[in-house]
Every structure is written in structure tokens, then in C-alpha cells.
């Protein structure tokens, strides 16, 4: 049968034609394109600052650097997310903490972070929300345990560009310091690899820039001695090459034209998910009335006392007909290099008890009806 994919990019004539005409332009990298990718994306989101990195992951590398983080301090996170979001303050010498997640949302607990806040010896510098599925978490809850503890807000938005919290765009920085977008294939707008780091601080936007290249800079207020002559740069901090192209962000930009309908899409095809599962033995994802969700993902959890099948068999069974499902996420804690660190199955367990039971099933802005029904029929079989 027909493999369907759980998350799949939508490339147009369009797309491929700026991808060409950039090929044949001046610039493959460091030119013009990436400044109309930045702009048109800060525009979007709605908020004033926007660099354009090779990655979602070098995106959280930079902003966790922005805002000074070293070794002897703490990064928080939700433990239900990609391990980029935890490695990212391991890659600065500081150290990590999860906080775990709210059976209804999946989203970090803000109930959990404000236990844990009370009780810890200190506050971690930074806690990076995830906005996991696209589903906002309560930032404007997270934004007054911030300034009561001073810890800074990396908002992990890699599923969430256009998703929206109490009428606000995700991305525009709101409650946060910084925000993090990935425009990986399987996210909701594309540049092959890439990613974005947002913010509305000044200071923060001229740190990204130069620890985005080599953390060198051209720009004479920012060097500490007289320039020598039309050559002359300065490294002042150590930094990266975490440059995009131009080509994939003339791509990017592309994609960017057409994020309201890939939106609305996702969540046509997620309300069409919710109709057709209503009467299975699965809890469907709960959409927080506040938010506004893009749906990069659409979560399932099984009901295991009403299935006589394990999740292990559920999953195989819909994958040996093709239909890609996945797990979003295993818990980061326990991967065997954060067990090294000291973490262990029952540190978080709703995380754990979440990971048992979740399934992501097919959802893209290309996915047909006629494969939806599959899905649905495929998995109304399996659970019968
Ligand atoms: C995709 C993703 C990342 C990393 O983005 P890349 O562009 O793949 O480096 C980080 N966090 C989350 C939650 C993601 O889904």
C-alpha cells in the first residue's frame, strides 16, 4: 500500500522558480535574500527583530548565547520535546532541568514550573516553553514567574509560526525574550534546513548577528579599537558559522506566501481528524481556548484499558500498512546521554505515562481526504 507519511513539505512552481532565480543571481549566500526572508517573517509574526540561521537548533545555540548562558547555570525545559531544545544548553556548558508536562495540553505544566521554582535552590537563568504540536503554552502565566524569579524565556516555536495565544502571534515575542522558529521539511513552512531566532530587544538582535558568524563584526560601534583600513573586522566574542543561504531563503520566503492557507489547512484536516475519531477509545487532542493552534502535529493518546492491544502493537499494525505514524516525543530525560547526566524513568511521569500512550498520526497540508480515510478506517479496524 501507498506509504503516508506522518509530515510531508509542500513545494510549488514557485518555490522552485526563486530557488533558480537565485542560483542565478549574484549571491548564494550572505546577499539580499536573506534580509527579505528576515523581514518578511519578523513582519508576519509581529515583531521587530528576526536572524536567519542554518537550523532550528543553531537558532536555540545563539539565543541561549544572546542571553549569556555558561557554565554553573540551569536551562529548563519540557522533557516532551526534541532533544534540540535540551542540548542547547549542554553545547554552552551550563546545565539542564525539565519540568514536566500538563496531562491536557502536553505542554510544560506552568502549575509543575511554579512548584518547582519554590522549592529549588535557584532559579534557572533560562526556561524554554515548546510550543509542542503548535498548541501555545500559558506564557503570559510563564512571563510573571519570569520576572518574580528573573529567569529569561527562549520560546521554543520550531511547530509554531502562525500558531496564535490570546491574540497574539506566536513569535511576537509578547512574554518572551526570544522566540525560535525551524523551517525543517516537516515543519509548517520550509527552507529545506534552516531556522530564526526572534526577539523585540535591541541588545539581544546585535548579539545574534555576530555570534552568527564567527563572532566577528564589521560594524564600527560595536569595535573595540579604530578601524585599520577598508579591511579591517574584529572577533569579538567566539562564534559560529551558522549562516543560511540565500538559495534556502529564497525558499523560505516563497513558503512564507502561502502560511495562512498551509494553516488553515492543518487544522480543516485536524477537525476532520476530531469528527472521524470521536467514537474510538483515544483521547483527541484538547485545544486550550485561549490558543489558536497551527497544528504542526496531530496527537492522539490511546485509551490502553479499552484496547486489547499494547501501543507497541497499535503502531506496528498502522505502520505495516504504510501509515507513518510516529512518537512525538520520547521523554529527553531519558535518552541514554541525559541518563548519564543523572535522570531516571519515574523524574517526570507524566512525560513518561504520555510517552506510553501518544501516537502522531498523517498530517500535512497536501494530505488527501481519501488517505485521511484510510488513516481513520485503518485505525478504527486495529482498535475494534
Ligand atoms: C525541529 C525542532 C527543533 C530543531 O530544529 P532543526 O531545524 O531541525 O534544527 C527544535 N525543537 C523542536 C521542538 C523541534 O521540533
Redesign the pocket.
Known sequence: MKPIPYARQDIDDDDIKAVVETLRSDWLTQGPAIERFERAVADYCGVRYAVAVN??????HIACRALGLEPGQRLWTSPN??V??ANCALYCGAGVDFVDIDPRTYNLSVDQLEAKLATAKSPPQIVVP?H?AGQPCEMDRIKALAEHHRFAIIE?A??AIGSRYKNSRIGDCRWSDLA?L???P??IITSG???MVLTSREDLYRKLLVLRTHGITRDAPQMQEHSHGPWYYEQTELGYNYRMTDIHAALGTNQLKRIDRFVERRRELACRYDNLLTKLPVMLPWQDPEGYSSF?LYIIRLKLDRIAKTHRQVFDALRATGIQVNL?YMPVHLQPYYRKLGFKPGDFPEAELYSREAITLPLYYGLSEADQDRVVATLTKILS
Request: avoid cysteine.
Open positions: 537550523s532550528g537548533t543553531s537558532a536555540l520535546t526534541f534540540a531544545s515548546v509542542l521554543d520550531s511547530h525560535v525551524s523551517f525543517h516537516a515543519k534546513e534552516g531556522g504542526h512525538h
